[in-house]
Structures are given as structure tokens and as C-alpha cells.
């Protein structure tokens, strides 16, 4: 990289077959601003930014929930993990393993870095009196019987003999 290059362009989300399949959908494509340059170590590195919306699964409904995702980029590119290594903290490595980089690969890594964990929605959308801990209903729980009664009455026997 001899000078500095400045992107911004949409990525169709076809493109990103991994991204594709670890969601519900991928809704429209995905924006995506890239410079390329080379940073006081000599580093070739790109900044940038990224940004989408997917649907995901709601864990607590099961329904589709949309999420936006957006990323800052900041990659360092090496051929090899060692020079990992030796970059700042402040770029993750991307390692090359040829001349040409897979621009859609790497992108495709970061927003997968970036989806939430776990996706729900905001509002409550499953009513807490549907939630209960496995235990009886309050309402039948009523009077139960002392489970250390029959200790008490050993307890009690062995203290008279």
C-alpha cells in the first residue's frame, strides 16, 4: 500500500453467507466506510466504520427482534500471527495469507464480533406471570408438613433411652 485509500460503499448481504446464516435475516445491506493507510510504525491499517440491521431471535419470546449493529474498525494486516503480536493494542489483527485481502471475509468477522449474545426486546414482550420457578403455584402451597418432623421425633426417642 503505497498511498492512502478512502471507501465508503454498501456490501450486498448475500455476499456474507456466515452473517446470513447466524441470523434471522440480514435487513437491507451493509454500509461500510474504510480507509486504508499506513500508520508512524509503518503498520498498513484500516479505520472505519460499519453498520446494519439484522433480525435475531428474541430469547425470551422466540419471535424476531431487529437490532442495529454498528462497528468501529480499526484492523492492523500481517501475514502471520507473530507480527500480531508486535501491533498496538489499539488494532486487531488481520492476518493476510496472500497479497490480496478477503475485504468481504473480514468485514464478515467483525460484525459477527459484534452481534449481541443474547437478542430480546426491549419492551416486555413475555408477561411475568408466565414465568415461574418449577415450584407450586403460590396459591397451592398451603400448609405443608415440617420435613425435619420425623428428625425431631428420633431426636426425641434416643433421648429417652
Known amino acids: 500500500m503505497q498511498r492512502e485509500q478512502h471507501l465508503d460503499g454498501i456490501v450486498p448481504c448475500d455476499a456474507l453467507l ?3 446464516s447466524s441470523t434471522e435475516a440480514v435487513v437491507g445491506d451493509v454500509a461500510v466506510t474504510l480507509s486504508f493507510a499506513r500508520d508512524l510504525q509503518r503498520n ?6 460499519v453498520e446494519l440491521q439484522v433480525e435475531l431471535t428474541c430469547q425470551r419470546c422466540l419471535q424476531p427482534v431487529r437490532e442495529q449493529i454498528e462497528a468501529d474498525i480499526a484492523w ?3 501475514w502471520s500471527e507473530e507480527q500480531g503480536k508486535n501491533l498496538p ?8 495469507e ?3 485481502l478477503d475485504l468481504y471475509q473480514a468485514l464478515e468477522d467483525e460484525i459477527l464480533l459484534n452481534l449481541p449474545m443474547v437478542a430480546y426486546h426491549d419492551e416486555e414482550c413475555v408477561p411475568r406471570d408466565g414465568f415461574h420457578s418449577g415450584g407450586k403455584a403460590p396459591e397451592a402451597v398451603g400448609q405443608q408438613e415440617n420435613p425435619f418432623k420425623v428428625l425431631e421425633q428420633l431426636k426425641g426417642s434416643s433421648n429417652k433411652s
Do not use: K, M, N, W
Request: proline content about 4%; overall charge negative; hydrophobic content about 40%.
Open 18 to 20: 456466515r452473517l446470513v
Open 44 to 49: 498498513q491499517v484500516a479505520t472505519g466504520h
Open 76 to 78: 492492523g494486516f500481517v
Open 89 to 96: 493494542r489499539s488494532l486487531d489483527p488481520v492476518i493476510q
Open 98 to 100: 496472500g497479497d490480496e
